[in-house]
T-cell receptor
């Protein structure tokens, strides 16, 4: 099976812009989670989607949003980018009822 | 609330010597615990997981971890380090309070392997 894929892999934006990141889960996995990784804060949970519904959200401002499509692919959007949003954004998928999550390679976002 | 604490931010070993990466957890429930590895500029790869079966868990690439409830620990070990083991390692607990897929990560341990 193909693993979790994320696009794009690298992105450079300027403050105030918005960005959309995409994640395709492992085939058959209906749950997708997003995490932000920064040197200062480590890995932090953003949100989880299952069957197109957000099931849980981490402690992030409303500028961070996401959605999931009927084919389980997910996107996350960050509006009004700030310098502090520079990070590696990781997507993970899991099969229904399982706790083990499988991660994609991440999208590295740089905000200038 | 559940949490994990990785006791060392940086560990340095010589190639061929044993590796020990320490992790303590806090959980109100019987936890599900994981170790993930991240090589530079890569995503996270699952090394092994504990889900209340055998307390000694074997993972990939010769790594193993032992769940010790009395010590609330889940330390990762490998008998003989290889240069390719140099990476960042994360101890992770599944957040059963949220009843979703949320994972709680430790701060990570950077493993340096010297030739």
């Amino acid at each position: 099976k193909a693993g979790v894929t994320q696009t794009p892999r690298y992105l450079i934006k300027t403050r105030g812009q918005q960005v959309t990141l995409s994640c395709s889960p492992i085939s058959g996995h209906r749950s997708v989670s997003w995490y932000q990784q920064t040197p200062g804060q480590g890995l932090q949970f953003l949100f989880e989607y299952f069957s197109e519904t957000q099931r849980n959200k981490g402690n992030f401002p409303g500028r961070f949003s996401g959605r999931q499509f009927s084919n389980s692919r997910s996107e996350m959007n960050v509006s009004t980018l700030e310098l502090g949003d520079s990070a590696l954004y990781l997507c993970a998928s899991r099969s229904t009822g399982a706790e083990t999550q499988y991660f994609g390679p991440g999208t590295r976002l740089l905000v200038l | 609330a559940q949490s994990v604490t990785q006791l060392d931010s940086h560990v340095s070993v010589s190639e061929g010597t044993p590796v020990l990466l320490r992790c303590n957890y806090s959980s109100s429930y019987s936890p599900s615990l994981f170790w993930y590895v991240q090589h530079p500029n890569k995503g996270l790869q699952l090394l092994l997981k504990y889900t209340s079966a055998a307390t000694l868990v074997k993972g990939i690439n010769g790594f193993e971890a032992e769940f010790k409830k009395s010590e609330t620990s889940f330390h990762l070990t490998k008998p003989s380090a290889h240069m390719s083991d140099a990476a960042e390692y994360f101890c992770v607990v599944s957040d059963r309070d949220s009843n979703t897929g949320k994972l709680i990560f430790g701060q990570g341990t950077t493993l340096q392997v010297k030739p």
